[in-house]
């Protein structure tokens, strides 16, 4: 199998304080992992992609420094929202690839965050 | 630029049949089709690449149209668990970034 987790699954924090989300592949190693942003009722927005080892690779609109990701091992990926305000609220998912050609390049995602800030 | 679903939303009685369309304004290298439920994260459902090669489920099907930049979903004898959105990724150049579709929502009926 291919299985990605995430942790945690449900937070709710203040305003203004910061929230590390972590994205793990369990059983393989992740060449490149993902990370997805979710409102509702709305598609899936890529934000940014992420090597192991090196600066990750962020969409356009999206702030590197308001959304911190961490690359540190093959296996776990970081995305650290900074001072969040109430509208980053949203669903944070993460994915990643075996890097296989047997793959096609599939995306394993993880079970998502949902991230509320009061 | 975001691929276009049609339809947006769509009501099927169980056991009837529905196609889900993927409109892309890019050249692709492939597609990838996922479920999704309310709450939770995407299901893989198909992936059809550029030049005929696919992987998916047994139970369903697609078809993906290279000249066009467009791709198909079948949905055949539709059951209650295949109610949910479903969403099209399109990647461009075979760098695994996915750009996924406006999306279809499914509601299955008894």
């Known amino acids: 199998g291919a299985v990605v987790s995430q942790h945690p699954s449900r937070v709710i924090c203040k305003s203004g304080t910061s929230v590390k989300i972590e994205c793990r592949s369990l059983?393989?190693?992740?060449?490149?992992m993902f990370w997805y942003r979710q409102f509702p009722k709305q598609s899936l927005m890529l934000m940014a992609t992420?090597?192991?080892?090196?600066?990750?690779?962020?969409e356009q609109g999206v702030e590197k420094d308001k959304f911190l990701i961490n690359h540190a091992s093959l296996t776990l990926s970081t995305l650290t929202v900074t001072s969040a305000h109430p509208e980053d609220s949203s669903f944070y998912i993460c994915?990643?690839?075996?890097?296989?050609?047997?793959?096609?390049?599939?995306?394993?995602f993880g079970p998502g965050t949902r991230l509320t800030v009061l | 630029q975001q691929p276009v679903q049609s339809p947006q939303a769509v009501i099927l009685r169980e056991g009837e049949d529905a196609v889900i369309n993927c409109s892309s304004s890019?050249?692709?290298?492939?597609v990838h089709w996922y479920r999704q439920k309310h709450g939770e994260a995407p299901v893989f459902l198909m992936i059809?690449?550029?030049?005929?090669e696919q992987k998916g489920h047994e139970k369903i099907s697609a078809s993906f149209n290279e000249k066009k930049q467009q791709s198909s979903l079948y949905l055949t004898a539709s059951q209650l668990s295949y109610s949910g959105t479903y969403f099209c990724?399109?990647?461009?150049?075979?760098?695994?970034?996915?750009?996924f579709g406006t999306g279809t929502r499914l509601t299955i009926i008894p």
């Open positions: 059983d393989f190693q992740a060449t490149t």
């Open positions: 890019k050249a692709l290298y492939s």
């Open positions: 994915s990643a690839t075996k890097g296989s050609r047997s793959d096609y390049n599939e995306q394993f």
């Open positions: 992420s090597n192991e080892g090196s600066k990750a690779t962020y």
């Open positions: 059809l690449l550029k030049g005929g």
């Open positions: 990724g399109t990647e461009d150049y075979g760098n695994e970034k996915l750009t």
